[in-house]
């Protein structure tokens, strides 16, 4: 039997996930990567991506994730992100919804500083929508 990695999943807000697992795949910067237990020791930023969290017997979990690290050392994985939400929690027809809000927003924002809030927004939910 594979060993087990210790994975940690945190976001500003809350701690997502912190289990035993078979795999991790990460949108590392330089590309993805698929950590299992026993990995060297790594540090990398991340991009905008999916996690795929892999448990034998259990149904893949898949989380977007938006900036931070990921840090894998003989005790197991770390990521830190910036931002994360299950991919299950996402509905397609609310994305887009939220997209088009963003877009009005964008062309509405009467300053400079909002008008780049705004256009980071909707960055981010295109990323996202992406994702799915």
Same mark, same amino acid.
């Given at each position: 039997? !594979? ?10 807000e #809350?701690?997502?996930?912190s ?17 299992m ?9 991340? #991009? ?5 969290v ?6 893949? #979990? ?5 900036g ?41 924002a ?6 780049? !809030? ?10 996202? #929508?992406?994702?799915?």
């Amino acid at each position: 039997m !594979a060993e087990k990695l210790s994975f940690d999943l945190v976001s500003p807000e #809350r701690l997502l996930l912190s289990e035993d697992v078979d795999m991790v795949v990460v949108p590392g910067v330089e590309g993805d990567m698929g950590i299992m237990g026993g990995h060297a020791p790594v540090m990398s930023t991340l #991009r905008p991506g999916v996690i795929d969290v892999d448990v034998q017997g259990q149904p893949q #979990r898949r989380y977007f994730v938006r900036g931070g690290f990921a840090e894998v050392t003989p005790a197991g994985l770390t990521i830190l992100a910036e931002y994360t939400i299950p991919l299950a929690d996402l509905s397609t027809a609310a994305l887009d919804r939220e997209i088009e809000h963003a877009g009005e927003d964008v062309a509405d924002a009467k300053t400079d500083t909002k008008r780049q !809030a705004a256009q980071e927004k909707l960055d981010h939910l295109k990323q996202l #929508r992406q994702a799915l």
